[in-house]
């Protein structure tokens, strides 16, 4: 079945600082891939997708490339900020056969400090 | 435009007892599904729904119950309320794999 795993937090940086989240995924055909980001007390938002090999989405900074030669969508932000303390999921959504399943890597609590 | 709505935020229940997590869309999206949220846990597919008068099962569907009578409302019924049923419930709809979420509901079973 399909699977997402993705580095474990929490990941604490300093305002400014590179961020990466690292995600790997385990999918049969072509999957779309996506970030939600949770903010505390909230429910989760989407972030950033790509639907197809070499894709690269982006949002708010963020930035994420889908490589299917590794099974890799890992998330990127040259200048974190404060304000983007919170939890990313890491998600994969299977073929139409599959539904709009979505399948949800652990998720990696960042905090940024000032 | 609401989105997607939940209610209630917070819900305190004695094992055994019964209740329904109410979830409403206005987006008129046929897929609607319902997680559980469990610390270190990520999220956990509960019940789905494609539309109207489809259900089907995720991947910890056991102790749930849920319909689907209109495209607006994706309720979820506890049947007899487990402590291992103390979670965060998340409700969400779209389509295409991209969902919107609810706020959450935050229920304790004691």
């Known amino acids: 079945g399909n699977s997402v795993t993705q580095m474990e937090g929490p990941v604490t940086l300093s305002e400014e600082a590179f961020l990466t989240i690292n995600c790997t995924y385990t999918?049969?055909?072509?999957?779309?891939l996506f970030w939600y980001v949770q903010y505390p007390g909230e429910g989760l938002q989407l972030l950033l997708k790509?639907?197809?090999?070499?894709d690269k989405g982006s949002n708010k900074g963020f930035e994420a490339t889908y490589r299917k030669e590794t099974t890799s969508f890992h998330l990127e932000k040259g200048s974190v900020q404060v304000s983007d303390s919170a939890v990313y999921f890491c998600?994969?959504?299977?073929?139409?056969?599959?539904?709009?399943?979505?399948?949800f890597g652990g998720g990696t609590r960042v905090l940024v400090k000032p | 435009n609401a989105g997607v709505t939940q209610t209630p935020k917070f819900q305190v229940l004695k094992t055994g007892q019964s209740m329904t997590l109410q979830c409403a869309q206005d987006?008129?999206?046929?897929?609607m599904s319902w997680y559980r949220q469990d610390p270190g846990m990520g999220l956990r597919l509960i019940h789905y729904?494609?539309?109207?008068?489809?259900?089907d099962q995720g991947e910890v569907p056991n102790g749930y119950n849920v319909s689907r009578s209109t495209t607006e409302d994706f309720p979820l019924r506890l049947l007899s309320a487990a402590p291992s049923q103390t979670s965060v419930y998340f409700c969400?709809?779209?389509?295409?794999?991209?969902?919107?979420f609810g706020p959450g509901t935050r229920l304790t079973v004691t």
């Open positions: 729904s494609v539309g109207a008068g489809i259900t």
């Open positions: 969400a709809s779209g389509g295409r794999g991209e969902q919107y």
């Open positions: 790509a639907t197809k090999a070499d």
């Open positions: 999918a049969t055909g072509y999957p779309s």
């Open positions: 987006m008129n999206h046929e897929y």
């Open positions: 998600a994969l959504s299977g073929n139409k056969a599959a539904g709009n399943k979505l399948t």
